[in-house]
């Protein structure tokens, strides 16, 4: 067995309570004051300095003792704002938050790499930048901590990240080479009408029709302008107009949506079709709209050389059978992606699915489940690369 896995099955135990611990108390977007105090004080126990580099976001360094390279590894800490319908006796006490996409997961894992990675601190051949990153789930906190200045200092000269998946088997790493996954731009599309009585709608002008308009323009766009060679798709979540009664027709009304592609001159040209569409709809309506640009995160470029070394280095520990190179590519949407952009890197997709079949459900789900057999996995993983890389590329 693997050296780096067979410490971190003993470490087990202390694995699965600070995931519960997580799970318990989920905190969302960059506000995460307790989930930070926490894992500082985890960090810190270990010996480690530890950096708050921009809002909630932590770095400690591994190694430095010997000259070389330097690898980040990130796990990122951010919760969803979603009820929890999972009925675990450590479900989330934090009402309309939850951990449905892993990220209790990923803190977890990353803490038992860094006890180990300590463990081995004189033999690493080089620094390993150890990050945990508030954030993720609208595409904020990577880039908060490269403009905070984590790729420096020591600089960084690759990055490494591992996402659980709750729909394949425990252990399983599922990767890929060259664009990977979509890039993510949300949007808000803000309606503008004019409200009066149900009973009098030639009195005003309905947000709600001129709104209904806009997002079968939308679609057309998929339709008519996008070549259907490209991977591309576009989608309205959610449209919000008036507040539930049956005679009033509103003032104003929302649309919020996101676009995922891998072009990314095309996605700048539906970004101005989008504006284009809202606003010349609107107009046609006799009212006003426009488009409030929430997020946007670059698709995630996994640097093909890079990879084949992550993957030699993980088949030690997972074994050759339980590598699976993807077949296609995947519209969800990373922000490690943005240190794809600077540096070569890689994220390995870690198998957490329960063994009931009939309960594997996909993560974004209030009802998610993730087995905890897939921890250690994760957290031999993560040391194995970051280990090997360094004294192979001196």
């Known amino acids: 067995m693997n ?35 926490f894992v500082r004080a985890q960090l810190e126990g270990m010996g480690y300095e530890v ?7 932590l770095v400690a360094l591994a190694g430095g003792k010997k000259p070389g390279k330097c690898i980040l590894i990130r796990g990122d800490m951010d919760a969803l704002p979603m009820p929890e319908e999972t009925g675990l006796p450590f479900s989330s006490e934090n009402p309309g938050a939850m951990h449905s996409c892993g990220h209790d997961f990923h803190m977890s894992m990353l803490l038992a790499a860094a006890k180990i990675l300590k463990e081995h601190e004189d033999e690493i051949e080089g620094t390993v930048k150890i990050c945990f990153q508030p954030n993720e789930e609208t595409f904020g906190g990577a880039k908060a901590m490269i403009d905070a200045g984590v790729m420096e200092n020591p600089h960084v000269d690759a990055a490494f990240a591992i996402h659980i998946g709750p729909l394949a088997d425990v252990g399983t790493l599922d990767y890929g080479k060259g664009l990977t996954m979509g890039s993510a731009d949300g949007f808000s599309i803000h309606v503008h009408g004019k409200g009066c009585h149900g009973a009098m709608p030639h ?13 079968l323009a939308l679609q057309e766009l998929l339709a008519r302008e996008i070549n259907p060679a490209e991977q591309f798709t576009m989608t309205v979540g959610s449209m919000i107009f008036g507040d539930g ?13 996101t676009m995922r592609g891998f072009n990314a001159q095309l996605t700048k040209e539906m970004r101005k079709r989008v504006e284009e569409v809202t606003e010349g709809t609107a107009k046609l309506f006799g009212g006003e709209a426009h488009v409030e640009w929430l997020f946007s995160s670059p698709a995630m470029y996994c640097d093909p050389e890079f990879t084949d070394d992550v993957v030699r280095y993980a088949t030690d520990v997972v074994g050759a059978e339980r590598m699976l190179p993807k077949k296609e590519r995947a519209t969800g949407s990373e922000d490690f992606a943005y240190f794809g952009e600077l540096v070569p890197s890689q994220i390995f997709w870690l198998g957490g699915g329960v063994d009931d079949l009939s309960k594997r459900i996909s993560n974004h789900n209030p009802k998610v489940l993730f087995s905890e057999e897939a921890l250690p996995y994760g957290a031999a993983v993560y040391v194995q690369c970051a280990m090997e890389w360094l004294k192979e590329h001196k």
């Open 245 to 257: 009664a049956t005679n009033v027709i509103p003032s104003d009304g929302v649309l919020n949506g």
């Open 51 to 57: 950096q708050e580099i921009c809002k909630c976001g």
């Open 203 to 215: 009195a005003g002008i309905s947000p709600i029709n001129i709104g209904v308009h806009i997002y």
């Open 3 to 37: 050296q780096y896995l067979k410490r971190a099955n003993e470490l087990m135990p202390e694995m699965v309570e600070n995931r519960r611990h997580f799970h318990r108390h989920p905190e969302l977007r960059d506000e995460l004051p307790e989930t930070v105090k």
